[in-house]
């Protein structure tokens, strides 16, 4: 009963949003996720007797394990087992671009917070007490914290890449001004609210099912075949929606999920893996922490003629996806400037932490804030503000980037110059002088921060994707595809193309699990590109659905294919309404045999790379930007507010307004958490000292902006983009960039002796120091 009230509620609430469809949409999660009703891999029913698992993991850095003593532990009530890397079938191996990462340690440990065995017992509370029982005895070796100490020892992951355009060498022999200096970015904590975990049970002939909050339903599947050494259709994996994963997600939950199922495969009895906080914060990798080093020249007229950077990548002490985030720092390594001169190169440096991933933006943040702290420190020392140094290199059409890209419909100047007629730029700077000139107390700072983001995943052949559509036979529609929906709302997205192209209802379309048993081979949900792609496939499913029941509504019709649509839940000849509708049309392909279920693939077309040669066409077309920020610093306790983030965001032509939004705003935020004040912290022993929410800050409601606003810069969109409505996930994140840069200005017009440093993020203290330093 109740619930058929609050299904009706519901439906009324889809209606009306089904009628607002074409102005602005929302999330349509959000309706179950205010109400508690969404569901995440902890509320999964479980099977009678699930056994419940925690991962024991290295109380050390690095250094041999001597000794394991497991028998307190195992003789604990309760405890059904604890496996080791002893009991893989397979490979004891999850490392998913390079197979450098044991799953559980063997003899040695490599980072603190390693996994090392999984304790499986009747409860979680029996789990975690035997755990404390299990005693270890680890010979210590020397610990790598740091990229730049990595180096020195010559720890690599792999082998150095390097992206270059021009000569920059003889470049700089050209230039009037020439500046060299070293930044760093710390790491960034993900903290997703729903922490890591995954759910595995037996069915029968020793399939497993596995419910898992992945952002990669087939690494899982990939993985936990090769761990267990069956084959890949043996396991199915199924996926309801994260609760947020930001890219740490799209490689890490595979090794909680690959426990799981090896606890099921030998005990043929469901298990249920959920990691709490401080079990997740200590075992899970984080964005990289880079330490980098440039040089960069320019002319009088403060053209950037060349630009030289040697990125140190914080890897952790195993591959996981680090090349390809590196890739993705030299691919952005000149933002959305064109520089004819540049040479870049990275070196992903193994260290002992933990492996360092995917974090929205992909290594490109990275490189940006080196490039915008060279133009920041060129500009104080030439005298000039940053702004005429970045308006006076913006990227223009046909401009080369240096991975041999032809920069195409590119609206990087037309974003800036919108900004600062929008914004009235002159105001501001006026008003900031203004206030700076009569308090002594207090101090703002402005900044400009320009992106350009490529739309792809920079491995070309991860670009595609699959949809299954099924029309039943009363009308409704499910389909299926290979998106995870994380909060970013591209179910909501499948649902409107869906919608639009048989002109039905939203509520007559549901959007199911991602599901390897229904949309097999699959990239991760990442890269932005999840609503390209899947979108993508899912028009062209619909699309030939539609073709295949215009032919049955001719013939009832009596009328011409080419003259009749769909539209509003009914076929119209010549724009004109017919007696036929759409339910009536789905009945009578029905009687007639006509196939009511389309699987569509889709690749992005033109996209290539060449690696030897460090050159191509990777990205499908770019994101481009301008925020300005303005910032108030507490110059007596260097506190500080940000006034204002004003955007002009390229959205191509935005086919669901609010979730754009949605992302614009939080991605921002994020970003300015990452550049301001969140502090990941390890001891000189690799210990993670940034371990709960008490010592990590992300920002709360009290430190977003007191204003944010977008302006949508107006384009024709992009074809490559699903319905010219441009990705968005990641790029928004780089405004957060301005942050920095804004608070720094502040403390100079405090401290005229301040002496520029480029150490993110610029915690309060930091502040403080910079405006009572020299
Ligand atoms: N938004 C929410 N709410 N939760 C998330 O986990 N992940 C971000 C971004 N926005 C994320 C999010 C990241 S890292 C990416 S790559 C994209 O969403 C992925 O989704 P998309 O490809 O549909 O944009
Ligand atoms: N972006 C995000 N995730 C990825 C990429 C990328 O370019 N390549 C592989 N995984
Ligand atoms: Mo996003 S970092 O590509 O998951």
Redesign the pocket.
């Known amino acids: 009963m109740h619930n058929n009230t609050n299904n009706k509620i519901l439906d009324t609430k889809l209606n009306a949003v089904s009628k607002s469809i074409k102005k602005s949409i929302k999330n349509l999660d959000s309706y179950t996720h205010v109400r508690g009703e969404s569901l995440y891999v902890d509320d999964v029913n479980i099977r009678q007797g699930t056994f419940h698992a925690v991962v024991f993991d290295s109380p050390k850095g690095h250094g041999i394990i001597k000794n394991i003593d497991y028998s307190k532990a195992r003789a604990l009530e309760g405890v059904e087992r604890i496996f080791t890397y002893k009991d893989v079938p397979g490979k004891n191996e999850i490392g998913g671009i390079i197979a450098d990462e044991p799953l559980f340690a063997e003899n040695e440990v490599h980072f603190w917070g390693m996994p090392i065995a999984l304790i499986v017992a009747e409860t979680e509370f029996i789990a975690r007490k035997a755990r404390a029982l299990i005693e270890i005895d680890i010979e210590e070796l020397p610990v790598i914290i740091t990229a730049k100490e990595a180096k020195a020892k010559g720890s690599f992951i792999n082998a150095p890449r390097s992206f270059s355009l021009g000569d920059s060498d003889k470049a700089f022999n050209k230039c009037d001004y020439i500046f060299e200096g070293e930044t760093f970015s710390n790491g960034q904590e993900h903290l997703?609210i729903e922490a890591q975990g995954a759910y595995a049970e037996p069915l029968e002939n020793g399939n497993i099912k596995i419910t898992s909050s992945t952002?990669g339903p087939t690494a899982v599947q990939k993985t936990v075949a090769q761990v267990l050494d069956v084959a890949m259709h043996k396991i199915e994996v199924d996926v309801t929606r994260?609760g947020?994963?930001?890219?740490g997600k799209e490689d890490q939950a595979t090794p909680w999920a690959v426990m799981a199922a090896l606890a099921t495969f030998h005990l043929n009895q469901s298990v249920k893996l959920i990691l709490n906080r401080h079990d997740d914060l200590r075992m899970t990798g984080k964005r990289h922490p880079y330490e980098s080093t440039y040089k960069i020249g320019l002319t009088k007229d403060l053209k950037i003629l060349a630009y030289q950077c040697e990125f140190l990548q914080n890897s952790g002490a195993a591959a996981d996806l680090s090349p390809a985030i590196a890739e993705r720092t030299l691919f952005h390594a000149t933002n959305s400037y064109y520089v004819p001169n540049v040479t870049t190169k990275v070196l992903s440096c193994k260290t002992n932490l933990p492996p360092n991933t995917?974090?929205?933006?992909?290594g490109g943040p990275q490189g940006m804030f080196v490039i915008e702290s060279a133009i920041a420190k060129a500009a104080h020392h030439i005298g000039v503000p940053p702004r005429d140094i970045q308006e006076a290199n913006l990227l223009d059409e046909n401009d080369t980037f240096s991975y041999g890209q032809i920069a195409k419909k590119v609206e990087a100047k037309n974003t800036w110059s919108t900004a600062k007629s929008v914004y009235n730029i002159e105001a501001l700077e006026r008003d900031i002088s203004e206030f700076n000139n009569n308090n002594s107390a207090f101090k703002k700072g402005l900044s400009f921060m320009p992106i350009t983001f490529g739309i792809s995943f920079t491995n070309t052949p991860m670009n595609h994707a699959r949809a299954l559509v099924h029309i039943y036979l009363d009308g409704s529609v499910g389909i299926s595809t290979a998106?995870v929906e994380?909060?970013?709302?591209?179910n909501t997205k499948m649902m409107q193309i869906a919608a639009n192209v048989f002109s039905i209802p939203i509520e007559h379309i549901k959007i199911e699990t991602t599901n390897t048993t229904r949309v097999a081979n699959t990239s991760p949900?990442?890269?932005?590109?999840?609503?390209?792609l899947n979108g993508k496939a899912t028009l062209m499913a619909c699309n030939s659905l539609v073709e295949r029941l215009k032919i049955v509504a001719s013939e009832i019709l009596n009328a011409q294919e080419n003259d009749l649509k769909l539209k509003d839940e009914s076929v119209y000849i010549n724009d004109k309404k017919s007696d036929l509708t759409w339910t009536e049309l789905i009945s009578a392909a029905m009687l007639r045999r006509v196939a009511l279920t389309e699987n569509a693939h889709y690749a992005t077309p033109e996209i290539h790379f060449d690696k030897t040669k460090e050159k191509g066409h990777p990205f499908a077309y770019h994101v481009y930007g301008t925020a300005i920020t303005t910032t108030t610093v507490d110059c007596t306790r260097g506190t500080y507010e940000f006034d204002s983030v004003k955007i002009v965001h390229d959205y191509g032509k935005s086919m669901s307004k609010g979730i754009d939004l949605?992302?614009v705003e939080?991605?921002l935020i994020q970003g300015i958490g990452w550049m301001t004040m969140e502090e990941i912290a390890y001891n000189k022993d690799g210990r993670l000292l940034s371990n709960a929410l008490s010592t990590y800050k992300v920002p709360d409601i009290f430190s977003v902006p007191k204003r944010v606003e977008v302006i949508p810069v107006e384009t024709d969109g992009n074809e490559m983009a699903i319905l010219k409505s441009k990705?968005?996930?990641?790029p928004p994140l780089m405004y957060g960039i301005g942050a920095y840069f804004a608070l720094q200005n502040a403390i100079k017009a405090f401290n005229s002796k301040y002496d520029m440093k480029f150490h993110a993020p610029m915690t309060p203290e930091k502040v403080l120091m910079g405006l009572y330093e020299n």
């Open positions: 997703y952002q994260l947020g994963g930001f890219g995917a974090f929205r933006g992909f998106a994380m909060g970013q709302g591209v949900s990442a890269a932005s590109s999840t609503a390209d949605g992302q939080g991605a990705a968005v996930g990641e």
